[in-house]
């Protein structure tokens, strides 16, 4: 059973930080201006129990390296007269509140200043309406409807990229495993509700068993309501082998969704908008290798006219390996080649379609002249096509020099993450 309130005492945490930093995995640590206080039952479900486990483990580290404390606790009683001046985040990982008080309590709290970030079950309600002021006004789903299975990954498309929770997402950015849940309503027809993210038409079908598999339709997984400061997201929930209660995934194996739990949060906790992260310099020629085998993109032969394979080759520290991530608009750049900056990778013939190969083409303003580097720490980035929003890939993994890159839905696989290193 998990413990009633969960946080790192300080003098554990520096230990452990210290300890992390001396192996070169700790972030920095960042001075909390806000607190996050974690509701939980922990009591139904080994994929929902797991998840509790999980998120009192993981946000307290989060919280270290983005400027909140974590509390967990299992005593929704402390909902009763919660204010916003003593926790400014509320979660709820796996459930709701079920007593009048706790239920007033929750809505007195938002309706006075406080924030909320509900996980999937914890919208979860069956035939009986459960709560109608959360499901229906605040949530705005009504009822549940259905669910996929087995828990699968899945692209999310970003709905609205001025919110600040997706300034760091990209226009399409991969969960993690879950199982994803259907409502009653439908969202987009709901004035107070903004969808942020929904299931990409990439990702379908959505699921492992046959009779409980998505293979079409519009399914929001990440909202807020425009009348509370709150965030839904429709995530939660690990594969598990429900024999031995073992682990399969983690919810938070995904660093862009991660990216986007940290936005959302400092968001709602009011410590204002995250930058963009490791954007690359405007200014700066990068070799670009790929993470899963080190190989450079490269403009084949050193060409430059127009139709010029854009290819895998070992990295030489050449100018055809050379790149520049020029801005264009909305987030998106260009990315001109060094033996010819009027030259930038293009997706062949216009395509959306999985597998178009690139090329070096003059650039036009093309929307498949454009991409989006999202970056996923390190300096490791994948790059998002403008115009199909799918991502720029080595084909099958390969590992052969001179092997023509493509365009690929995004999966969040090694073949699609490449370092950029400045020359």
């Known amino acids: 059973m998990l413990s009633d309130r969960f946080r790192l005492p300080a003098f554990l945490l520096a230990l452990v930080l210290l300890v992390s930093g001396l192996t070169g995995t700790a972030a920095a640590q960042v001075q909390a201006t806000f607190k996050v206080l974690a509701f ?4 139904f479900d080994a994929a929902h129990i797991d998840f509790v486990k999980e998120a009192n483990q993981r946000f307290p580290e989060f919280g270290a390296q983005n400027g909140f404390t974590y509390t967990a606790t299992n005593n929704w009683d402390q ?17 709701s509140p079920h ?4 239920r007033n309590g929750f809505k007195t709290y938002l309706d006075n200043g406080g924030a909320f970030f509900g996980f999937h079950v914890a919208a979860y309600n069956d035939a009986s309406g459960g709560w109608p002021w959360f499901n229906n006004t605040l949530l705005g789903t009504g009822r549940f409807q259905s669910n996929t299975w087995g828990p699968t990954a899945v692209t999310l498309r970003t709905e ?11 226009a399409t950015f991969r969960s993690s495993v879950s199982e994803w849940y259907s409502w009653q309503n439908d969202l987009r027809n709901n004035p107070d509700i903004q969808i942020l993210a929904s299931i990409d038409n990439s990702s379908f079908p959505v699921g492992t068993d046959p009779n409980q598999t998505w293979y079409s339709g519009y399914y929001p997984i990440i909202w807020t309501n ?15 082998n429900y024999e031995t209660n073992t682990r399969l995934s983690s919810t938070f194996d995904s660093p862009a969704q991660n990216q986007f739990m ?7 906790g009011g410590a204002g908008t995250t930058p963009p992260v490791d954007q690359p310099s405007p200014t700066s020629w990068y070799s670009v290798a790929n993470k899963a085998n080190g190989k450079c993109v490269d403009a084949r ?10 290819q895998q080759y070992s990295c030489n520290g050449t100018q055809a390996q050379q790149f520049q991530f020029q801005p264009t608009s909305g987030g998106f750049t260009r990315i001109n080649n060094r033996n010819d900056a009027t030259k930038v990778i293009d997706v062949t013939g216009v395509s959306a379609a999985d597998n178009a190969g690139l090329q070096l083409w003059t650039y036009s303003n093309g929307n498949n002249q454009q991409w989006q580097a999202v970056s996923e720490g390190g300096g490791y980035f994948h790059f998002v096509s403008r ?18 890159l493509v365009q690929f839905t995004c999966n969040g696989s090694g073949a699609q993450s490449f370092k950029l290193t400045a020359g």
């Open 262 to 268: 940290m936005d959302a949060l400092r968001w709602l």
């Open 40 to 43: 939980y039952s922990g009591t």
């Open 160 to 170: 609205n990229r001025s919110h600040p929770a997706l300034v760091n997402t990209g």
């Open 99 to 102: 007593t009048d008080a706790q």
């Open 226 to 240: 425009k009348n509370y400061k709150m965030i839904y997201a429709n995530f939660g929930h690990n594969a598990m």
């Open 387 to 404: 115009l199909s929003t799918k991502c720029l890939t080595v084909p099958n993994s390969s590992t052969v020099d001179s092997t023509q």
């Open 301 to 310: 032969a050193a060409g430059t006219a127009n139709g010029t394979v854009i």
């Open 79 to 95: 909902l009763n007269n919660l204010s916003a001046s003593q926790y400014q985040v509320v979660m709820f990982l796996d459930d």
